[in-house]
C-alpha cells in the first residue's frame, strides 16, 4: 500500500517501488486437427493489455509450443499456454474431434477444435472469452467444421454439406508493429474431396484433407501465428493421410518505453523494434524457467 508518499512492501517502510507502464500480446499456440474426417483446431488463445512491472525483478515467460494433429484414433492436441508473470496466461487453442467412439466433439482451449463430421451431429469445443471463439457444430455426413478463431467462431457444417468447414477468421498484433494475420481456426477434414480452408480471414491455420481423384492432406498453421492444424481425411486405400496437421507455435510481445531496458534469460529468442516511441519485444522462443527483467 501506499501512504504519505512512500510505498510500503511487506513490513518495511519507506522503500520506494520503481513501476514502468508497458503493453503486452500474447498468443498461445494452436491446436492440432482432429484425426480420420478430424476436425480443425481451434486457434491458441489472444490476448493485449497493459501492466505497470517492477524494476529490477524477473518475470516468468513462456512462449506456447504448437499442438500435435490427432493420431492413432486421437483427438489433436491441444496447443500449450503462453505466460507473462502473473498479469496473463493465453490459453491453448483446442484439438480437433475425431472419427473415434467418444472423441468426436472438439475440445475447448483459447478457441475451440471443430468436431468431426462423424455419421451424427457433434459439438466444436469452446472458445475462452476474450481470448478466441467456439469451433463449429458438425451435422454429420462427414464433413467436419474448422477451429475457431480469434476474430469469429467456425461455421457449422450442415449435414449434405460437400466441403469441409473454414476456419474461424483471425486477427492481429498492429498496435506492436505486425500487420500480420494470426490466430485463425484449422479447416476441417472431410469423406468429400474438397477440404475445409485454415486460411479463411487470413488467420494462418491449416487447410484440412479431402479425399477423391486429387487427394490432399491436412497442413498445420503457419509457425509463430497460433493458427490451428487441419482436419485429417478419411482413410481409403488412395489416401492415406488420416492423421491432422499440428498448430502453429505462439509469440509475445512486449512494449516498454525506450528510456528502459529488458533482460531475458539465456532461452528466450528475442529482437527489438521502435513503434511508436517504445521499444517493442519480439518473443519467439521462450521455455518454462525463462525471464524477462526490465531496468
Request: overall charge neutral; cysteine-free.
Amino acid at each position: 500500500m501506499t501512504g504519505f508518499g512512500y510505498n510500503v512492501n511487506g513490513f518495511g517502510v519507506g522503500s520506494s517501488v520503481a513501476l514502468i507502464s508497458m503493453s503486452y500480446g500474447l498468443l498461445a499456440g494452436g491446436g492440432g486437427g482432429g484425426y480420420n474426417q478430424g476436425g480443425g483446431g481451434g486457434a491458441g488463445g489472444m490476448l493485449e493489455s497493459t501492466a505497470d512491472v517492477e524494476l529490477g525483478v524477473a518475470y516468468s515467460i513462456r512462449v506456447g509450443a504448437a499442438g500435435y494433429g490427432g493420431m492413432n484414433q486421437t483427438t489433436g492436441y491441444n496447443g500449450s499456454n503462453s505466460i507473462f508473470g502473473s498479469f496473463a496466461t493465453a490459453l491453448g487453442g483446442g484439438g480437433g474431434g475425431a472419427n473415434r467412439s467418444s472423441r468426436y466433439d472438439g475440445v475447448a482451449g483459447g478457441s475451440g477444435g471443430g468436431p468431426s463430421g462423424g455419421s451424427y451431429g457433434y459439438d466444436g469445443g469452446a472458445g475462452t472469452a476474450g481470448q478466441g471463439n467456439k469451433g463449429g457444430d458438425a451435422y454429420g455426413g462427414g464433413i467436419s467444421p474448422g477451429g475457431g478463431g480469434k476474430g469469429a467462431a467456425a461455421a457449422n457444417t450442415p449435414y449434405g454439406s460437400t466441403s469441409g468447414g473454414n476456419g474461424g477468421a483471425g486477427s492481429t498484433f498492429s498496435a506492436f508493429g505486425n500487420s500480420t494475420q494470426v490466430a485463425g481456426g484449422g479447416g476441417g477434414g472431410t469423406y468429400s474431396a474438397t477440404a475445409g480452408s485454415g486460411v479463411y480471414g487470413g488467420g494462418n491455420g491449416g487447410k484440412g484433407a479431402g479425399i477423391g481423384t486429387n487427394p490432399t492432406a491436412p497442413t498445420a498453421g503457419s509457425s509463430l501465428t497460433g493458427g490451428g492444424g487441419g482436419g485429417g481425411s478419411y482413410r481409403n486405400p488412395v489416401n492415406w493421410t488420416v492423421n491432422g496437421g499440428n498448430g502453429g507455435s505462439g509469440i509475445i510481445y512486449l512494449s516498454y518505453p525506450s528510456a528502459n531496458t529488458a533482460s531475458f534469460s539465456g532461452g528466450v529468442t528475442a529482437t527489438t523494434s521502435t513503434v511508436s516511441g517504445n521499444t517493442v519485444a519480439r518473443i519467439t522462443a521462450a521455455g518454462s524457467s525463462d525471464t524477462v527483467t526490465f531496468g
